[in-house]
Each structure stands twice: as structure tokens, then as C-alpha cells.
């Protein structure tokens, strides 16, 4: 059968992988530069660069079993029915959601790792994901010489990551002169009084106490909001109602395959 894979991060490099194993044809779509998806930015921030083997191992793997790779393409519903493939895995992953909080002075995780950011030297780096991402980045910031404060609306930072990594990041935070502070929620963000509006100049972030309610303010030049990921459903939702399965998996049948 061909099958067509859209999306080279860790999820759709694998399925490429096996689907090629198990004789299939396979071509895989991939929207950046790169295989590896959000692993590539991970593997930047400091201690977790281990983290690329993974996907260098994975696109390896593809390459090696005659994947057909297809690189800088975000792949449209046409484009994928144009390979007339008999199976399709979206595996597209999705973008920064930034809670509706916008401006030059306002980034992602992702815009500060992949590089894409100019970053001011005074940061607040905002977590309402509460996993690795927050802190990889407020790392990554204060070993590149920023002025760091890691705020969460959490009683504790990193509250849903796994027990084996948050004592190394908390250690690494307090080594790097981080500043931890839980309890507070990204209210508000506004321009200061010596903001030009176009990203220069700083900003005041109104920021407001989960169980006092008290409203708490920090002056800063960049601030970084992390959300986790808002899905990239277009293909998928466009595909579905073309699909034998209304685009359900039947793990017994898949297994079968």
C-alpha cells in the first residue's frame, strides 16, 4: 500500500518508519527544514541535547528504509491526495499557544530556542504548562546572561514534570540565579512608559495571586509565554470525511497489518 505521512516529528517519523519496514511505499511531508519536529528544540536547551539523538536516529531509520522525505512542505489536503496514497498518518503536531497575548515584546518557548526571537536582557518566563518547556527556556536565558524570573499560577515550578527531571532542573534554575515564583497568573501585559511600540523599551506585566487575589506587577523587556501546543487540525479535518475510518485508528486492525 502507500502510505503518506504528514508531519516529521517523533510521532510521524516512527510511523513512517514502520509503515516502510512492513513493505509499504511511504512518503512523509514535513513543514520545516529538518526531521525531528519539537525534539530540535529541546535538544537546544542546555543538558537535554541528548534529546537529538532520538531524531537523528529516527530519520536515519527512514532514509535508510527508502522513506520518501519531503522537506520545507506544509502539506495541504491537496497535496496528499495527489500522492493517491491508500493510508494517511497526520502527524502534524502543532504551534505555540500563547493565551491571546500578543506584541513585539511577547514570545514563545519555541521562538526563544529555534533562535527566532531578540530577547531583552530582563525576562519573565511565564509557565502554564508546567512540564520541561518553561524551564528549558528560562535555562537556556539565564546561562546566555538574561535576568531570569520563572512565574507559574502553580504552588510549585515544573509541578506535572516526572520525578527524575525536576530536581536536576530545579538545581540547574537555582545554580543559573533564576528567579522561581509560583502562585501568580499572567493577567495582563502593557506597554511602560519607555516602550516605543514597535518592541523597544520595556513592559509591565500585571500579574494576580491565585488564593490572595492581589494584583502584582513586574517591569521587564521580553516576556516568554508558555501554553503548551494548540493542535494543526486543517489536514486531518479536511481529509476525514473522505476516510473509511472517519479518521478513527483501529489499534487491532493496524496491529494486524
Request: hydrophobic share 45%; net charge negative.
Amino acid at each position: 500500500k502507500k502510505v503518506v505521512v504528514v508531519g516529521g516529528g517523533p510521532a510521524g517519523l516512527e510511523a513512517a518508519r514502520v509503515s516502510a519496514h512492513r513493505g509499504h511505499e511511504v512518503v512523509l511531508f514535513e513543514a520545516a527544514k529538518e526531521l525531528g519536529g519539537q525534539i530540535r528544540l529541546a535538544q537546544r536547551a542546555t543538558w537535554r541535547r541528548d534529546l537529538g539523538n532520538v531524531a537523528d536516529w529516527l530519520a536515519s531509520e527512514v532514509l535508510l528504509l527508502g522513506v520518501r522525505v519531503e522537506l520545507n512542505c506544509h502539506a495541504s489536503s491537496e497535496e496528499v491526495l495527489a500522492e493517491r496514497p491508500d493510508v494517511v498518518i497526520v502527524a502534524a503536531g502543532g504551534v505555540p499557544d500563547d493565551l491571546g497575548f500578543e506584541g513585539p515584546n511577547v514570545v514563545s518557548v519555541w521562538d526563544v530556542l529555534s533562535m527566532q526571537a531578540k530577547v531583552g536582557k530582563r525576562v519573565l518566563v511565564y509557565d502554564d504548562h508546567g512540564k520541561h518547556q518553561a524551564p528549558s527556556c528560562a535555562e537556556y536565558l539565564a546561562q546566555a546572561g538574561c535576568e531570569v524570573e520563572l512565574v507559574t499560577p502553580d504552588r510549585n515550578v515544573a509541578q506535572g514534570m516526572g520525578a527524575l527531571n525536576w530536581p536536576i532542573f530545579l538545581r540547574n534554575l537555582y545554580r543559573a540565579g533564576v528567579t522561581l515564583t509560583p502562585d501568580l497568573r499572567l493577567e495582563s501585559i502593557a506597554p511602560s512608559a519607555t516602550s516605543d511600540g514597535a518592541g523597544g523599551g520595556s513592559v509591565v506585566v500585571g500579574l494576580r495571586n491565585e488564593y490572595s487575589g492581589s494584583l502584582a506587577h513586574r517591569t521587564v523587556d521580553t516576556v516568554v509565554v508558555e501554553h503548551g501546543t494548540a493542535p494543526c487540525t486543517e489536514v486531518f479535518d479536511e481529509l476525514r470525511p473522505l476516510s473509511s475510518n472517519d479518521g478513527v485508528l483501529d489499534l487491532d486492525a493496524l496491529l494486524a497489518a
